[in-house]
Nanobody
Framework: QVVLVESGGGLVQAGGSLRLSCTTSSRAFSTYAVAWFRQAPGKEREFVSFIRGTRWTGGDFTSYADSVKGRFTLSRDNALNTAYLQMNSLKPEDTAVYYC????????????????WGQGTQVTVST
């Protein structure tokens, strides 16, 4: 069982920045693809970004939803078993609960492909 713990959420003004962290104690962290999804009130959980595990060709390959491309950056530090989502130029529409997810494999934009999930962290962007 892989336990994921998110942190770093909070309240920020539009145009500001936050950095979310996703940490696990799993020794296999470096082999996992890690993704972020978000869910706003009354909406479906949607894909934000994923980063491929380092065992795969092109390890550290990242993918982003169009809505965050150029503003969000996903990275990982395998020595710390942590993935980071740097969020810049935040907009009110970025307000949501952000969830970290992990899977063995190359990464996916589909939440059903991820067996491991964190509890979520709230991000609120004010006008």
């Amino acid at each position: 069982q892989v336990v994921l713990v998110e942190s770093g959420g909070g309240l920020v003004q539009a145009g500001g920045s936050l950095r979310l962290s996703c940490t696990t104690s799993s020794r296999a962290f470096s082999t996992y693809a890690v993704a972020w999804f978000r869910q706003a009130p009354g909406k479906e959980r949607e894909f934000v970004s994923f980063i491929r595990g380092t065992r795969w060709t092109g390890g550290d390959f990242t993918s982003y939803a169009d809505s965050v491309k150029g503003r969000f950056t996903l990275s990982r530090d395998n020595a710390l078993n942590t993935a980071y989502l740097q969020m810049n130029s935040l907009k009110p529409e970025d307000t949501a609960v952000y969830y970290c997810a992990a899977r063995e494999g190359t990464g996916s934009e589909y939440r059903s492909n991820y067996p491991y999930w964190g509890q979520g962290t709230q991000v609120t962007v004010s006008t």
